[in-house]
């Protein structure tokens, strides 16, 4: 007899075959970021390099292009570059999790690799009901599921989830996203011995004034003798250029004091100042590198209005990014693995005014200022435009609402002027890193599949280095 495990994946293999060459002709199809091969792709779960091999996990929905019963699908790298899609990892098939495996974490533990994971249910009336599951593989690609590990603690509504897990000192600790029964947002903090029993030890941090009803993904961890802890707040309201999507991600930085199970720390900081940015995770791997993915999308943003639905897909994720914290900042930088992608040397020149040039849409554009700019702007296949003015300080990032082609922006402050800039432009997504990743704009972008034309309008006298590469258009391989 078939089971419901068996027959979910199989359903959600056909979905994928019965698509696959609609999903594959849509110009807005991503060259080389992580995308599901059908359906709705969300949060990245379960980043971790394991055995010298790199697993991203991502919440999955095969079978439209709305939220639902999610799946965790799974990529796997040698390079950071090339993806491989690999058999789904998690099905939505036991009483614990029948409504959604949700988003969690992984680690290496007695030669195997586990996963923690909410498990979302509705009960018969209709109620939210959550679990912190455990499920584990032997070889990194068939997973057996373990069971509800932490059931929900008091003090909390249904909205529990996200467990991030990590080793400190011999012992093992986990961070929860939640909701206060005062529906204020905060992050749980829980300890163990052995991965089966957990203790709750109280808030990490929250509820904190002004952030908002339920803090999703949290993330902790130690960067340069710093505690940092990224989540995402949602019911934040926005102030001036500040907190202007729908909700918002970003870190605090302090003293993490594991004892008393608190986080002492400074203000809470956006992570991404572009359009699409949420539920990031990081991961140290084998050199020793605090790497970063993030969804390229926010949820409740106007996601019915993405033109990838009539092809079946929506969403991916970012590229992966080395974090660094300096001076209380957290900086974002494309990993070096990134330069694989540069097929040829597009051009490279000096420019004293303003110019045209042709850019495929796979391509990465660098700029180096000498000095300090006074007004600079980059438009994108007369979709996008970044700007930035030394008289405000402001960088701008402005495209058409996907829902009323009304124009609208992002911006942040650049107290040192514009420096440098880098651009990663896949289909239907851009990337910038600004001054070596002090500042980052992520963003989808839906230009007109036939528009090439990037030109920078620049005013002043300070001279602009511009290089650009064409990037590969194959480095997703989705065939199981």
């Known amino acids: 007899m078939i089971t419901t495990e068996e027959k979910l994946r199989k359903q959600a293999y056909e979905a994928v075959e019965k698509y696959r060459d609609t999903v594959q002709k849509d ?8 995308m599901p091969p059908v359906g709705l792709l969300n949060d990245p779960n379960g980043w971790i390099q394991w055995r010298g091999t790199y697993h991203m996990f991502f919440q999955w929905m095969p079978f439209h292009t709305g939220h639902g019963a999610k799946f965790w699908g799974h990529y796997s790298s040698e390079n950071l570059v090339d ?5 789904i990892a998690l099905t939505p098939s036991d009483w614990f999790d029948k409504n959604g495996c949700y988003s969690g974490s992984a680690i290496d533990h007695d030669d195997k690799l586990k996963v923690f994971y909410t498990g979302n249910v509705r009960n018969g009336h209709g109620e939210r009901e959550s679990y912190q599951c455990l499920a584990e593989s032997e070889n990194g690609i068939e997973f057996k599921k373990q069971g509800v590990k932490l059931e929900l603690p008091e003090g909390y509504s249904a909205h529990f989830r996200d467990p991030k897990v990590w080793e400190h000192e011999g012992k093992w600790y986990m961070v929860v996203g939640a909701q206060t029964l005062e529906n204020q947002g905060a992050v749980a903090f829980l300890e163990s011995d052995d991965l089966e029993s957990w203790t709750h030890k109280g808030e990490l941090a929250g509820p904190v004034e002004g952030l908002g009803y339920m803090w999703e993904c949290p993330d902790a961890f130690s960067l340069n003798g710093k505690d940092v802890l990224i989540f995402s707040p949602q019911g934040v309201e926005a102030q001036g250029i500040d907190f202007n ?14 004892e008393k199970g608190k986080l002492e720390h400074g203000v809470f900081n956006e992570l991404d100042r572009g359009f699409e940015f949420y539920a990031p995770q990081s991961m140290l791997d084998e050199k020793g590198r605090r790497l970063l993915v993030g969804w390229m999308g926010v949820p409740d ?28 900042e957290l900086y974002q930088l494309p990993v070096k693995e990134m330069e694989q992608l540069r097929e040829e040397k597009l051009f490279e020149e000096v420019v004293g005014a303003d110019l045209s040039h042709k850019l495929p849409r796979t391509s990465e554009l660098v700029m180096d200022v000498d000095g300090s700019l006074n007004q600079f702007e980059l438009q994108l296949f007369d979709y996008l435009k970044l700007s930035y003015s030394k008289e405000t300080g402001y960088f701008t990032m402005e495209r058409s609402s996907l829902a009323n082609g009304n124009t609208e922006s992002r911006s942040c402050r650049l107290i040192e002027g514009l420096q440098q800039m880098q651009v990663f432009i896949d ?6 890193f600004v001054n070596d990743g002090k500042e980052v704009f992520t963003s989808r972008m839906f230009a007109d599949p036939d528009e090439c034309m990037v030109k920078v309008v620049h005013k002043g006298k300070e001279r602009l280095k511009l290089t650009a590469w064409k990037l590969r258009n194959d480095a997703i391989h989705q065939n199981l």
């Open 27 to 34: 110009p807005y199809r991503q060259g080389y970021h992580m």
């Open 83 to 87: 993806w491989k899609l690999e058999p």
């Open 245 to 258: 999507n729908q909700y918002q991600t970003g870190y605090v930085v302090g003293k993490l004091d594991y």
């Open 301 to 328: 943003q106007n996601e019915e209005h993405h033109p990838t639905i009539q092809h079946h897909w929506i969403h991916n994720l970012t590229l992966p990014r080395e974090l660094k914290l300096v001076e209380g």
């Open 427 to 432: 289909h239907s997504s851009v990337e910038i």
